[in-house]
């Protein structure tokens, strides 16, 4: 058995640190305890939905009876409340059809509806004819009618629109389908503005 050696008895060193000054590992930090400046941020990188650098389109196409919201809006009340504006007002909601717009925006309580800033109404115009457009018309301003009285934004729902001359889709505000008309542009109904 091997003898262990005496050792001198430590003596007590005080510290040239004032005494205010902790270990790193003494603090305690929360998410909430940060300037809401700093959390609005986070919850923007988070939860916004930008182009990447390849041009992807940043819209949240709905296609269900619902939109399964980030699990950050799960994390506690206080994020949710500061979280939920920024996911609905800075994110595009695309809905491939009239019905669909209807579901996604009846599925939403009047705090998401009041936050919802953008919904694209993109619909198929493969046979364009002034019947067609004149149904487009009339399907959205039966959901403008239906959410009239709510805390949806009347200028939130836009449509997708081709118009003669144009390489791209537009989007306009329900009420400006108004400016415009079908006529034949080459041998082709077209949009004009009228």
């Not at 300037?35 to 389109?57: F, W």
């Not at 919904?119 to 487009?136: D, E, I, Q, R, W």
């Not at 403008?144 to 200028?155: A, K, N, Q």
Request: with cysteine; hydrophobic share 40%.
């Amino acid at each position: 058995m091997a003898k262990r050696r005496p050792t001198a008895p430590r003596r007590h060193q005080r510290s040239s640190r004032p005494a205010a000054i902790g270990r790193a590992s003494d603090v305690k930090t929360c998410f909430l305890d940060l300037p809401v400046e700093i959390r609005n941020s986070v919850y923007t990188l988070a939860l916004v939905n930008d182009k990447d650098p390849n041009g992807y389109d940043p819209e949240i196409t709905y296609t269900r009876r619902w939109i399964p919201e980030p699990a950050l809006l799960r994390a506690c009340r206080q994020i949710r409340d500061e979280a939920l504006p920024v996911f609905y007002g800075a994110n595009i909601f695309q809905c491939l059809s009239t019905h669909n717009a209807i579901q996604f925006l009846r599925g939403l309580t009047p705090k998401k509806l009041a936050a919802l800033r953008t919904v694209h109404c993109t619909l198929s115009s493969g046979n364009l004819s002034a019947n067609y457009f004149a149904n487009l018309k009339s399907q959205m301003q039966n959901i403008v009618g239906i959410f009239r009285g709510s805390s949806l934004r009347y200028d939130a729902i836009q449509v997708a629109i081709l118009v003669a001359g144009e390489d791209h889709c537009r989007f306009v505000l329900c009420h400006e389908l108004e400016d415009y008309e079908v006529r034949i542009v080459g041998c082709r109904d077209m949009l004009v503005q009228k």
